[in-house]
């Protein structure tokens, strides 16, 4: 009934204060949520990801390798590899510049 799933963090990442990761979601049937059921979602975060402060990833979302979610962002979905995130809902804007 309740519970969380697996948060899968990868290596070399930076994570803001105050961030809140959240794997379990209440059942959408009223029945359901009255009784307390809950469904989980596992959350994947990719090697190398800047996470700024304040930041909320919701259940289910994945982050790829080498992305930026900007301070105060709320991941709603899916975010690629290699681009600067923002906003609520949180959504990419920019590729990550080369440093080549």
């Not at 204060?17 to 989980?40: I, K, M, Q």
């Not at 991941?75 to 949180?90: E, K, L, S, Y």
């Amino acid at each position: 009934m309740t519970g969380g799933d697996r948060i899968t963090i990868g290596s070399d990442c930076l994570i803001g204060p105050r961030c809140s990761v959240y794997t379990p979601n209440h059942a959408e049937d009223r029945e359901r949520r009255l009784e307390g059921w809950e469904r989980v979602s596992a959350i994947t975060i990719g090697d190398n990801v800047w996470i700024g402060g304040s930041v909320t990833i919701l259940p289910g979302v994945t982050i790829g390798s080498d992305s930026i979610i900007g301070a105060g962002s709320v991941v709603t979905r899916d975010i690629p590899a290699g681009v600067v995130a923002v906003g609520n809902p949180c959504r990419p804007v920019r590729p990550i510049a080369s440093s080549a």
